[in-house]
């Protein structure tokens, strides 16, 4: 059995599940670049129709952040890109076309011709990186004879493809998408899936992920620990993730003043989330914070895999 060392605790597991989008590869850089591209045909094809796609909507549809040249900057790691299936993400599109003014054929028509177009754009650019630290640790599992798979939330072919696009496909004996079960995340399927292939009790398995559905996932599995990999947190989020989580537990113990208003006063400074998000008094910062209300249900959180370790152990 494996030992996999943490900040929190050291845990015996037997195989490792990873989420895929923030977990082993840089979100933004694949699905910036798809969200860019499809919103940007999106509000095209509505024009060419007389349509007119509201600005307000473009971050709301689907959990992004974007800057005044409408590049995605940021994103909500419990929104709908984030957590949310491919299917989801084209009704929640097919629905807003309908509400402008679509039939729900012409509109469902429009998604699948944006889709094509966004597809064929991350083809051709591959626009992959790793996260930091990633293939060393991945490195030193496979040197330990760890068993590892892919649980995501897209689909499987496409996971494939951006692990190749990677260069780590070969680190997993299973990849699964949530085209391969009746349920994805949070919903256990995936993780029970995935342990049945590379032959392990889910309840000596880790999970690995980004997003607060990764953890639910590992939960309902019944898996040994839940990881929550914190690192894209940037700056804004952070803060005002601490805010809203500071706002909550201030309501509880009676302390909402002073925190609230520090909490407010770091989303407000510089964009450094360790200095400009410490929040003073109450000795927590913004990135602390947003790691509580991110990945509520985590069993532990790291800002990188340089935290994480990996030996052999004996039965």
């Known amino acids: 059995m494996i030992e996999l060392n943490t900040p929190q605790g050291n845990y015996p ?16 850089s694949l699905w910036g670049s798809w969200g860019e591209c499809f919103l940007d045909q999106f509000a095209r094809r509505l024009e060419q129709r007389g349509l007119s796609f509201p600005e307000l909507h473009r971050s709301s549809l689907l959990g992004t952040v974007h800057d005044a040249a409408g590049r995605i900057t940021d994103y909500d790691r419990n929104g709908p890109l984030a957590m949310g299936t491919m299917s989801d993400l084209y009704a929640i599109l097919s629905w807003q ?8 054929a012409e509109a469902v028509e429009l998604v699948d011709a944006c889709r094509n177009a966004a597809d064929a754009m991350l083809e051709q650019s591959r626009p992959v990186r790793p996260l930091p630290g990633l293939v060393p640790f991945l490195d030193a599992c496979a040197s330990q004879g760890i068993p590892m798979a892919v649980v995501t939330a897209d689909e499987t072919a496409a996971a494939e493809s951006h ?26 399927d995936m993780a029970l899936l995935a342990c049945g292939r590379l032959g392990v009790s889910p309840a000596e398995a880790a999970v690995i992920g980004d997003t607060n559905g990764d953890m ?29 989580g500071l706002a909550a537990n201030a309501g509880r113990n009676g302390q909402a003043a002073s925190r609230v208003t520090a909490a407010a006063s770091a989303a407000s400074g510089s964009g450094d989330a360790h200095g400009a998000a410490d929040v003073g008094r109450s000795g927590l910062t913004a990135d602390m914070q947003a790691d509580g209300v991110l990945l509520p249900d985590a069993d532990c959180v790291v800002s990188s895999y340089a935290e994480l370790g990996v030996r052999r152990i004996a039965r």
């Open 13 to 28: 597991v037997s195989a490792i599940l990873f989420d895929k989008d923030g977990t082993l590869l840089q979100f933004l």
């Open 97 to 104: 076309g309908y509400t402008l003014g679509l039939s729900w």
């Open 163 to 188: 692990l190749r696009w990677l260069g780590i496909r070969q680190y997993f004996t299973a990849v699964i998408g949530t085209d391969q079960v009746e349920r994805g995340k949070p919903f256990p």
């Open 216 to 244: 639910r996932m590992a939960a309902a599995a019944g898996a040994a620990v839940a990881i929550g990999i914190a690192g894209g947190v940037t700056a804004g989020l952070a803060a005002s993730a601490a805010a809203e």
